[in-house]
């Protein structure tokens, strides 16, 4: 067996940027203290003294304006990549991804393609305050013309940046915070995606497919790996929530009979709720047992004293496994 140690994200992001603005004098990254602070996460820590203030922008403390500005020059020929400092701050700049951005290719018959990036910190796990730890990727993955992007590698974030850039229409890219500073962790075996958009088994096994993204993968595969080899559980990182790979995952629970899914975003009209409808219309004659959904309920994130009760961890996806396969 092979090992293959994986790259932070934080790291891995901040080179893939600096090589792609190597690569591409149209490209441009925009947004609230990322030149000379470097990001609030120091994401993009050392660019703006690489390439110049003209393409790495400290933007207005203005979310709207952020994204606004980023249609524009999208529209234009440039390929701007935004950074929003926390999902929890998007909200001000829906207005200009869903009405506008998402829509730009059908408003001119194709004659424009915009190529736009919205990078979002996002999820729980380091004691954030309010606004600071939500998980609102099911917010864009319902839009038509947005594609969504949640990796839980250095790699696969280098993966989906590298090829959003060249889409043509504008990506989200939730990158979990928690996983910025990770240390990095062997990846046994891991197995290539089919595609850029495509999910990847991170594990494989016979008895359960559990469905997952972003950071909660590493939970999850602790979990398997802690259950093993009594109950050998394979695990789908889907990577991209819009467009979903049901293919993988649909393959994967033809395998196994079974599907666990599990995210941090809330359990109501989340990923995982579409991912359950779409295996009952299209798998449905493989399940051995009904599909289960393993995430939090339907209310605020809580204040960092109580986000361990919030947060899915490892004991309770073993829990959810076990009374799977009983």
């Known amino acids: 067996m092979s090992t293959v140690r994986s790259a932070g994200l934080a790291e891995s ?18 947004g609230e203290d990322i030149g000379r602070l470097g990001g609030v996460f120091r994401v993009t820590r050392g660019l703006r003294d690489r390439f110049g203030k003209d393409r790495v922008r400290d933007a207005l403390l203005a979310e709207s304006s952020i994204v606004g500005q980023a249609v524009g020059m999208a529209m234009s020929g440039l390929v701007p990549v935004c950074e929003i400092q926390f999902d929890g701050f998007t909200y001000p700049a829906v207005n200009q991804l869903v009405t506008q951005a998402a829509r730009i290719g059908g408003r001119w018959n194709g004659q424009v393609s915009p190529s736009l990036v919205v990078r979002i910190p996002t999820g729980g796990g380091f004691r954030g305050v309010e606004h600071h730890s939500e998980s609102n990727e099911a917010l864009f993955a319902r839009v038509p013309g947005i594609s969504v992007a949640c990796p839980s590698t250095g790699e696969d974030a280098d ?168």
């Open 159 to 326: 993966q989906i940046l590298r090829y959003a850039v060249t889409l043509g229409s504008p990506v989200v890219l939730y990158e979990p915070i928690r996983l910025y500073w990770r240390k990095n962790t062997p990846v046994r075996d891991p197995e290539p995606a089919r595609s850029p958009t495509a999910a990847r088994i991170v594990r494989r096994g016979a008895d359960l497919t559990v469905a997952t993204y972003g950071a909660i993968t590493h939970e999850v595969l602790e979990a398997a790996h802690a259950l093993s080899p009594g109950i050998d559980v394979e695990v789908v990182d889907l990577r991209w929530v819009a467009p979903l790979d049901m293919d993988t995952v649909l393959e994967s629970v033809a395998r196994t009979g079974r599907l666990l899914i599990v995210h941090e975003g809330s359990k109501d009209v989340g990923i995982g709720a579409e991912i359950a409808a779409t295996v009952a219309e299209r798998g449905f004659g493989t399940l051995r047992r009904p599909v289960r959904r393993l995430a939090p309920d339907r209310r605020s994130y809580p204040p960092a004293d109580l986000e361990a009760d919030y947060l899915i961890g490892v004991p309770e996806i073993k829990k959810e496994v076990l009374v799977m396969t009983e």
């Open 13 to 30: 992001i901040n080179a893939t940027l600096a090589d792609l603005l190597e690569q591409d004098p149209r490209l441009l990254l925009l």
